[in-house]
Nanobody, 117 residues
Framework: QVQLVESGGGLVQPGGSLRLSCAASGIIFSIYNMGWYRQAPGKQRELVAVITSGSRTNYVDSVKGRFTISRDNAKNTVNLQMNSLKPEDTAVYYC???????????WGKGTLVTVSS
């Protein structure tokens, strides 16, 4: 059974930092492209950052220079370091795993990040 379990969300003041983690099980982690998506209230889910099986990264423009995605294939985890957080970063953040052949796609249940003073 495939499981993606996110952790690390919470309430943080503007300008603060959070580190999200996603622990994967039931998949051969190293051959999956891993991503973080977010969905704010009333908005569509959007891709925040992705790291490929070869560790290439890409970010949505709004988080470039503030967020860093990384993976640890030995621990089957993908992390999202979020710095200089803004109120507009408030959303539920979801972990996503896509097989490198694109045929299998899995989601976590999400973790809430609230940026507010």
């Amino acid at each position: 059974q495939v499981q993606l379990v996110e952790s690390g969300g919470g309430l943080v003041q503007p300008g603060g930092s959070l580190r999200l983690s996603c622990a994967a099980s039931g998949i051969i982690f190293s051959i999956y492209n891993m991503g973080w998506y977010r969905q704010a209230p009333g908005k569509q889910r959007e891709l925040v950052a992705v790291i490929t099986s070869g560790s290439r990264t890409n970010y949505v423009d709004s988080v470039k220079g503030r967020f860093t995605i990384s993976r640890d294939n030995a621990k089957n985890t993908v992390n999202l370091q979020m710095n200089s957080l803004k109120p507009e970063d408030t959303a539920v953040y979801y972990c996503n795993a896509v097989h490198s052949d694109g045929l299998m796609n899995y989601w976590g249940k999400g973790t809430l990040v609230t940026v507010s003073s």
